[in-house]
């Protein structure tokens, strides 16, 4: 048996090309694979077919394992078979809850080692070519949850509607109208707003609009879980935005 060992691996937004080569090594090490609900399936291929792959997210809105659960698993798993890959949709570290699973491990002498990954925050409006900061336009941005550990808006949001900046909301579709009360209280009714479903994923789904449009927009689209909330003016620079607004013209092929 190998080393017990502990690797938290980014796993990227989705889309299996978006994994770093570190992670795929890191996979190709793996006695013991954990892996959650937005990891791309092919992603596991990495992995030598003796690995074990255990599924330890959630099906249906359902959480099969909570967080000490998923802690106890990659001690046992550790201790009994050696290098654990611990393979987290996006980045690890973001919303991943990755830190307190490497802390936990560390209380049982197991070495941890983190692959970062490219969080859907950044890479999911990227793909729709919308920049998070833009010169003249948006010169920071704020990655913010959508939902406290209590399922409450947290006060983050408030704090953020109130900036300039590009505002990324993750896990928000179930407080998605009372966030776009927060920025029509604070005469923010016409700053556009993307929704992005599913993104990098097939069957991802968009819909653009505004503050005061964006809920409608998005119960027409049937857009759900899991989705991305991009806020501020940077959304104006989407390609389908500015076709509309004749900013960008459709080159015939020759």
Request: net charge neutral.
């Amino acid at each position: 048996m190998s080393k017990p060992r502990l690797t938290l691996v980014g796993a990227g937004p989705g889309n299996p090309e978006l994994i770093t080569l570190r992670g795929v090594k890191m996979l190709a090490q793996a006695d013991v694979v954990l892996y959650d609900a937005l990891v791309h399936p092919d992603l596991l291929a990495y992995a030598p077919p003796a690995t074990q792959k255990v599924f330890v997210g959630k099906r249906r809105g359902r959480c099969e394992f909570s967080q000490p659960d998923i802690n106890a698993l990659i001690v046992h798993h550790a201790l009994h078979h050696g290098h654990v890959v611990r393979l987290k949709g996006g980045d690890p570290f973001v919303f991943g809850r990755g830190y307190e699973e490497i802390c936990y491990a560390r209380e049982f002498g197991i070495a941890t080692e983190v692959v970062p990954g490219i969080s859907s925050s950044i890479a999911v409006p990227e793909l729709q070519q919308i920049p998070l900061t833009c010169r003249g336009v948006s010169e920071s941005f704020w990655v913010v949850t959508g939902t406290t550990r209590h399922h409450a808006l947290p006060e983050d949001i408030r704090k953020a509607a109130q900036s300039s900046a590009t505002v990324i909301i993750l896990m928000g579709m179930k407080h998605l109208p009372e966030i776009m009360d927060i920025y029509r209280g604070l005469g923010k009714a016409d700053v556009p707003v993307a929704v992005i479903q599913s993104g990098t994923w097939e069957g991802e789904k968009t819909a653009l609009g505004n503050v005061s449009t964006i809920v409608e927009e998005v119960r027409q689209r049937s857009l759900e879980n899991p989705a991305i909330i991009v806020v501020g003016e940077v959304v104006r620079l989407h390609p389908e935005w500015l076709l509309a607004s004749g900013k960008l013209k459709v080159q015939s092929g020759k």
